[in-house]
């Protein structure tokens, strides 16, 4: 039987630790995670952008570790920015069969600090689930897990369940898709990306994925890094999708 790949992005808040340690050798299922890191001192500590898997599963796992504490909290603007910059190009090179979305919606605004704090939107992540169905033609499961705040979770479940119904969602407004990045996240992001291209050497022996495929996803993810960070507007982000 010819091997399934996955990709599994984990969206919660707090960082998928178990997730990761499941797949942590494992190249068929490539790992991403968004998470608060702020340096191992927001819960539970792990999710490091330098753990990035293990032979042959290097490089197929990928941290988002958002710095900065709530200084200012992430929104829109940020997840927005790691979808284009990290995310969306590393997904589509891997092209995988099927998407799995640890849902997690404690990162909707409506968290106190201690559970997140962080500001985003329910609209936002319809948005991104919308993304998310451009992969592995439309197969995506969502699987919720994480949440505090029944409104955000009602909310940001709604619009989820929207997308993947091919609902009609309402816009994200002009306000949020002309928002740069905070300053936390585009450092966040470059630390990602920095690690994971300089993993270039690793060695891929998956029953389906070549050296060449990794190579051409860094190449690749290096130069939608440049030119999603360096210039980055959220219209341009988002038109060309
Ligand atoms: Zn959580």
Same mark, same amino acid.
């Given at each position: 039987?010819?091997?399934?790949?996955?990709?599994?992005?984990?969206?919660?808040?707090?960082?998928?630790?178990?997730?990761?340690?499941?797949?942590?050798?494992?190249?068929?299922?490539?790992?991403? %995670?968004?998470?608060?890191? *702020?340096?191992?001192?927001?819960?539970?500590?792990?999710?490091?952008?330098?753990?990035?898997?293990?032979?042959?599963?290097?490089?197929?796992?990928?941290? &988002?570790?958002?710095?900065?504490?709530?200084?200012?909290?992430?929104?829109?603007?940020?997840?927005?920015?790691?979808?284009?910059?990290? &995310?969306?190009?590393? +997904?589509?090179?891997?092209?995988? *069969?099927? &998407?799995?979305?640890?849902?997690?919606?404690?990162?909707?605004?409506?968290?106190?600090?201690?559970?997140?704090?962080?500001?985003?939107?329910?609209?936002?992540?319809?948005?991104?689930?919308?993304?998310?169905?451009?992969?592995?033609?439309?197969?995506?499961?969502?699987?919720?897990?994480?949440? /505090?705040?029944?409104?955000?979770?009602?909310?940001?479940?709604?619009?989820?369940?929207? +997308?993947?119904?091919?609902?009609?969602?309402?816009?994200?407004?002009?306000?949020?898709? *002309?928002?740069?990045?905070?300053?936390?996240?585009?450092?966040?992001?470059?630390?990602?990306?920095? #690690? /994971?291209?300089?993993?270039?050497?690793?060695?891929?022996?998956?029953?389906?994925?070549?050296?060449?495929?990794?190579?051409?996803?860094? +190449?690749?993810?290096?130069?939608?890094?440049? %030119?999603? #960070?360096?210039?980055?507007?959220?219209?341009?982000?988002?038109?060309?999708?």
């Amino acid at each position: 039987l010819p091997c399934l790949l996955h990709l599994l992005t984990v969206q919660d808040v707090h960082h998928g630790n178990g997730t990761q340690e499941v797949f942590y050798s494992d190249p068929s299922v490539l790992y991403i %995670s968004l998470h608060r890191y *702020d340096n191992g001192n927001f819960f539970p500590g792990s999710g490091h952008p330098s753990e990035v898997g293990a032979s042959p599963g290097e490089g197929f796992n990928v941290n &988002v570790g958002w710095m900065g504490g709530l200084n200012p909290p992430m929104g829109d603007a940020e997840y927005l920015a790691a979808f284009r910059a990290v &995310v969306m190009p590393i +997904a589509h090179e891997f092209s995988p *069969d099927v &998407v799995l979305v640890s849902a997690g919606f404690d990162a909707v605004e409506g968290h106190s600090s201690s559970l997140g704090g962080y500001k985003v939107t329910a609209k936002c992540f319809g948005f991104l689930t919308r993304q998310l169905m451009s992969l592995a033609g439309g197969k995506v499961v969502l699987a919720l897990e994480g949440g /505090h705040d029944l409104k955000a979770i009602c909310d940001a479940s709604e619009a989820c369940v929207s +997308a993947l119904l091919g609902m009609e969602v309402e816009p994200l407004s002009q306000s949020v898709l *002309d928002q740069k990045p905070c300053e936390n996240a585009v450092l966040s992001l470059q630390k990602v990306i920095q #690690i /994971h291209g300089e993993n270039t050497t690793c060695h891929v022996t998956s029953r389906t994925i070549s050296n060449m495929t990794l190579r051409g996803l860094v +190449a690749l993810w290096k130069i939608h890094a440049v %030119s999603a #960070i360096a210039s980055l507007s959220m219209g341009s982000l988002t038109s060309d999708r």
